[in-house]
């Protein structure tokens, strides 16, 4: 619900237009002075102000460069009386959004609250867009393996042909198909992605082809479904494998002509769509056992594109290390020199497998870049955060991975200095405490923070 701040030191206008605000569901904030109106833009989430032009104290227009200044993007409607239409004219120069004269019209100030209430929330959607636009990772990479996918993604991008993305978990598929829709004449059209996996068999068709108004119980509107929305843009299939035999056979008519109807519905539906799809299953595997229908295999695989895993392509890890932690640095809100993984640190990640490909390096790095302030990270503070903690590992987690490509010493020592340091935070810090409970002196545990450059309290 849209909130509607008045600020207007007549009683009987402020009440006038509060019910007329109020029978049109808004939520409506009221303000005898301008002080009083500041203080409800900084408690309430306000969307919109009536403002007085002609106010004893504060006048009207001091108080539209005070909001101005603090919510550039609240649009502000003057009231004005016919005596100072020029005060209300001045104040639409100062950045009020429009005027309205006194006595208000009904049908004028609806239009007037609808416009304004329109405009600011097409400002929020394009802030999101703009958002999600930033918040999408680059493709980092240059090892031989990258490269050539790199070719392959700006080859296919401009013709409309059909491309199959192939890799493991986390490799980055998604990121190349929607490389792809970026790079192609599409790039200013939808792109609608459709989880193959997480649709229900029964609801596959009403979710791809729409339905209309009445096909079945729940369906109380008629509803575009994803081919329908991607009209002259992309649409990609991810985890196509993971469709059901089923649903393969009518995603396949749907494909060899681009033809389809809405779920209870008569008309042919046409549309201009790029289909791109990808999975991490081994697809040629599950066409072999029957799983998966070999003639949508050749519809949807036109060009693939295998996405090399990370423990393939481990020369990437320097420049892929440096781009996550400056990302994270920005979020945060510092421009200072990310930090780096000393030489042998490096090399344990190197060797390192990775199942969980760049999705778990960015976690790991996320995990070291909120926890660790050193700006040089030794082998034995890389490995703490190193191990399987990504979901959606389907091993039992091995309790010794952390450990695992150490000698026995640093595993030691790492161990040691983990243990230490959760001991010290669940004592609060307090040193001999802490050496009681771990049975050691209070001399000894000294000499090993010491050792492990272990810091008294963070
Ligand atoms: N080359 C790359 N450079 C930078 N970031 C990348 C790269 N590849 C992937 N990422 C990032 O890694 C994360 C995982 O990528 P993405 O979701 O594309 O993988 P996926 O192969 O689709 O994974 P899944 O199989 O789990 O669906 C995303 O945050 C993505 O932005
Ligand atoms: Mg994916």
């Known amino acids: 619900m849209n909130q509607i701040l008045i600020i207007d030191d007549e009683d009987g206008i402020r009440n006038v237009l509060a019910d007329i605000l109020t ?20 408690s309430e989430l306000i969307d919109l102000v009536y403002l007085d032009v002609w106010m004893p ?33 001045k104040a639409v120069r100062q950045g009020a959004w429009d005027f309205i004269e006194k006595p208000l019209s009904i049908d004028k100030t609806l239009s007037l609250t609808q416009n304004a209430l329109k ?32 070719e392959l993604i700006s080859q296919s991008a401009g013709v409309n042909t059909r491309v199959m993305i192939l890799g493991e978990n986390g490799t980055g598929k998604e990121l190349v198909a929607r490389e792809i829709h970026r790079q192609s004449p599409r790039a200013r059209r939808a792109f609608i992605e459709v989880n193959c996996a997480a649709i229900p068999d029964a609801l596959f068709e009403s979710e791809l082809f729409g339905h209309e108004k009445g096909a079945f119980t729940s ?17 990609f299939l991810d985890e196509v494998a993971d469709l059901s035999l089923p649903a393969q056979a009518k995603l396949l008519r749907a494909l060899q002509e681009m033809r ?37 295999f050749y519809r949807l695989n036109v060009v693939p594109i295998s996405v090399p895993a990370l423990r393939e392509r481990v020369e990437d890890l320097p420049q892929l290390v440096d781009y996550f932690f400056r990302k994270f640095l920005k979020a945060k809100g510092s421009d200072g020199p990310p930090p780096v993984f000393s030489e042998q640190a490096m090399k ?15 976690n790991y790095l996320e995990r070291v870049s ?6 040089i990270i030794d082998p034995e503070t890389a490995v703490l955060f190193l191990g399987p903690t990504t979901p959606g590992q389907t091993e039992a987690p091995n309790p010794l991975a952390p450990w695992e490509h150490l000698g026995l010493n640093s595993a030691k020592d790492a161990f040691e200095k983990a243990f230490i340091e959760d001991r010290l ?22 000499t090993k923070l010491k050792k492990f450059a272990i810091e008294g309290e963070k």
């Not at 344990?348 to 960015?362: D, H, M, V």
């Not at 909120?370 to 700006?375: F, G, P, S, Y």
């Open 23 to 42: 029978d049109e569901h808004y939520q409506v904030h009221k303000a005898a002075n301008g002080q009083e109106g500041l203080r409800l833009l900084a």
């Open 57 to 89: 104290g504060m006048g009207g227009l001091d108080v539209l460069r005070a909001i101005r200044e603090t919510y550039p993007e609240i649009p502000v409607i003057m009231i004005s009386g016919h005596a100072n239409i020029e005060m209300a004219v």
């Open 119 to 150: 405009v600011i929330e097409l400002k929020r959607e394009n802030r999101a867009l703009k958002n999600a636009l930033a918040s999408e990772d680059q493709m980092i990479g240059s090892a031989p393996s990258m490269k050539h996918v790199l």
């Open 219 to 235: 369906a109380v509107a008629r509803r575009k479904g994803k081919f329908e929305l991607a009209d002259s843009g992309t649409l």
């Open 260 to 296: 389809f109807e809405r779920v209870g519905g008569e008309q042919t539906l046409h549309v201009d769509v790029r289909v791109i799809c990808a999975t991490n299953k081994d697809i040629l595997a599950e066409v072999a056992a029957g799983r998966f229908r070999e003639d949508l």
């Open 348 to 362: 344990l990640l190197q060797q390192y497998p990775w199942p969980g490909n760049i999705r778990e390096l960015r």
């Open 370 to 375: 909120l926890m660790v302030d050193e700006q």
């Open 425 to 446: 935070k669940k004592n609060q810090y307090n040193v001999s405490k802490t050496a009681q409970s771990l049975g050691l002196y209070a001399s000894n545990l000294h």
